[in-house]
T-cell receptor, first 110, second 116 residues
């Protein structure tokens, strides 16, 4: 059974203080790993897809990396508008479902 | 831009009422999904549909049914709402890119249902 865990559960950063969020997964054949951002009361917004170990993707202050067991979302010099819950999800080779992690709630203080 | 529209952002219903949640996507996506999201439990799949009139149970289908009569529209039905179905419901759609590739899910804004 596919499983996704995320750590930490919550993270408080000062503006400009870089950090990383972790997503650990077990999956029977990875088809893709996804990162989403979710603001309170809204639906998740797609950020990145990673397909294979060693792959990296960047968007503004965010950089996602992937190994065979985990993915990291690095946040460089965050701003208060980066405050949100970040969700990780995996899609395996055998079905249509995406398995989501519980999320990391990020707060960036000015 | 892909747009997934959920008909109601907030609903309040009474126990035993029938509830319809509607979702429409405008990108001709084959796959559509209904999730519910609860604190501490994350997103859990209720049902998905990979084509018109086709549906598959997800992880928590009990107490729910779905309908997909047209490609762009996927409805979630609660035949007799109960208090434990109070939750945020999220619809998503996805392009089917075949068995060797995967497309991301695009989500609607969510429907927050409260059952009293």
């Amino acid at each position: 059974e596919d499983q996704v865990t995320q750590s930490p559960e919550a993270l408080r950063l000062q503006e400009g203080e870089s950090s990383s969020l972790n997503c650990s997964y077990t999956v029977s054949g990875l088809r893709g790993l996804f990162w989403y951002r979710q603001d309170p009361g809204k639906g998740p917004e797609f950020l990145f897809t990673l397909y294979s170990a060693g792959e990296e993707k960047e968007k503004e202050r965010l950089k996602a990396t992937l190994t065979k067991k985990e993915s990291f979302l690095h946040i460089t010099a965050p701003k208060p508008e980066d405050s949100a819950t970040y969700l990780c999800a995996v899609h395996d080779n055998y079905g249509q479902n995406f398995v989501f992690g519980p999320g990391t709630r990020l707060s960036v203080l000015p | 831009d892909v747009k997934v529209t959920q008909s109601s952002r907030y609903l309040v219903k009474r126990t035993g009422e029938k509830v319809f949640l509607e979702c429409v996507q405008d990108m001709d996506h084959e796959n559509m999904f209904w999730y519910r999201q609860d604190p501490g439990l994350g997103l859990r799949l209720i049902y998905f549909s990979y084509d018109v009139k086709m549906k598959e149970k997800g992880d928590i289908p009990e107490g729910y049914s779905v309908s997909r009569e047209k490609k762009e529209r996927f409805s979630l039905i609660l035949e007799s709402a109960s208090t434990n179905q109070t939750s945020m419901y999220l619809c998503a759609s996805r392009m089917d890119r075949g068995p060797t590739n995967t497309g991301e899910l695009f989500f609607g804004e969510g429907s927050r249902l409260t059952v009293l």
